[in-house]
């Protein structure tokens, strides 16, 4: 009988579900994320409907990601200075603001495309602090053998607002232009209640001594050139994720190759969505199974072979099926690589390591958007697959060299 206890104890505590404040940050950013997606298909059609400019729009629409480059670094290190909570709290009680200032300002018809870009500039600012604080307060949450097992549960709320939300957003646009940034900044609030009701602290102590943010920023960077194996998994991350950046525009390209028409392009984009939930539900097990070493191995290897399948696909069915196969595998490979990263970080510098691996490898995906654009205009979209297909095969080749180490060390 007391054996029997100690094992449903055990599970308890490897149980997400049995873990509190885990299941009220996630329940929290659930209502939070669908919010957001439902927003995100609104935003350039109310611009488009206000100033009849799709240059326009996509210049404000781009104004809101902008600073998620641009403040990456300083945030990764004002977040190890600052409580990761109030910090939190602070962020969706702005994003609430501004998304629930447009609707209002319409009702009294005293909505500008200036308040609009202001409203958006201003989310845009205060989402990376909000993310860094985030990913930086999980290993406080969970214990180090739930880390990722909540790392999947996360990538599985943000496949789901990705498959779900864009649809709700047209529907609820439907009904009004600025209901889909009601509804956004209503979930933003459900998401401060949530925060509050958190008893865990989200960090040991935040940085007692203060230096310059810059010789912070760069002792992060310091600590992140030293750990040979996360700098180079870090590397290999970038030069996986650059090259197929644009996947959006090539999958399309694809389709209509395939004369596929936009609702069947549209579906067969949702099966991307589809392979990122199932692979993050298989994730867990995986990594709590097998070495991180082992599943970056094969997760890699069939991601770069996964992409040769694209140049031969005979009908929409096969295309749909090889998306579904490509995502599943690319979301474990993601869960994979973020919760490595993040048990491995200690945790007074959890908000300046993230904030740097999350620019390098984001940071360049501006350049990967325009070298498939460039590539499909010169060489079609089969090209293109086989052109940024060498790249990988290169990155997955070096990474067999160190296999041994690379398991060895994980």
Request: charged share 10%; proline share 5%; net charge positive.
């Amino acid at each position: 009988m007391p054996a029997s206890q100690n094992l449903l104890q055990t599970r308890q505590r490897t149980s997400l579900w049995h873990n509190r404040d885990y299941m009220i940050l996630w329940s929290g950013q659930l209502v939070s994320a669908f919010g957001s997606r439902v927003s995100v298909i609104a935003t350039p059609l109310l611009i488009v409907s206000l100033t009849g400019s799709p240059a326009l729009a996509g210049l404000i629409f781009a104004l809101g990601t902008l600073p998620g480059v641009v403040l990456s670094l300083p945030a990764g290190a004002l977040i190890d200075r600052w409580n990761r909570k109030s910090v939190m709290i602070v962020c969706d009680c702005g994003r609430a603001i501004a998304l629930g200032s447009i609707p209002v300002a319409a009702a009294l018809s005293h909505l500008t495309i200036f308040h609009l870009a202001l409203a958006i500039l201003l989310e845009g600012i205060l989402t990376p602090f909000f993310a860094l604080a985030q990913s930086a307060s999980l290993p406080r949450i969970v214990e180090k053998e739930q880390l990722s097992q909540a790392v999947a549960q996360n990538q599985v709320l943000v496949a789901s607002s990705q498959l779900l939300g864009p649809a709700l957003g047209g529907l609820f646009y439907g009904i009004r232009q600025t209901f889909p940034f009601l509804v956004d900044g209503i979930s933003y609030v459900f998401s401060v209640v949530s925060l509050c009701f958190i008893k865990k602290p989200l960090q040991n102590q935040p940085l007692a001594v203060r230096q310059k943010l810059s010789t912070e920023i760069i002792e992060g960077m310091r600590w992140l050139w030293r750990h040979p194996v996360l700098r180079f998994l870090t590397i290999l991350h970038w030069g996986l994720v650059t090259p197929t950046a644009g996947w959006v525009l090539l999958f399309e390209q694809l389709a209509q190759h395939l004369h596929a028409t936009a609702l069947t392009t549209g579906l067969i984009l949702a099966c991307c969505g589809l392979g990122n939930i199932v692979g993050s539900l298989l994730a867990g097990p995986l990594l709590s199974r097998f070495r991180a070493g082992q599943i970056f191995f094969v997760t890699i290897w069939l991601w770069v072979l996964s992409w040769l399948p694209l140049t031969v696909v005979p009908n929409l069915w096969s295309f749909a099926l090889v998306n579904v196969s490509t995502f599943i595998i690319a979301s474990i490979y993601l869960v994979a690589q973020a919760s490595y990263q993040l048990s491995l970080i200690p945790d007074h510098m959890q908000g300046r390591v993230n904030s740097i691996i999350h620019l390098l490898v984001n940071g360049s995906t501006p350049l990967g958007i325009v070298l498939t654009g460039l590539l499909i205009q010169l060489i079609g979209p089969v090209g293109t697959v086989l052109a940024l297909f060498a790249p990988q095969l290169l990155l997955a080749v070096i990474m067999t060299l160190f296999y041994r180490r690379l398991v060895a060390l994980s």
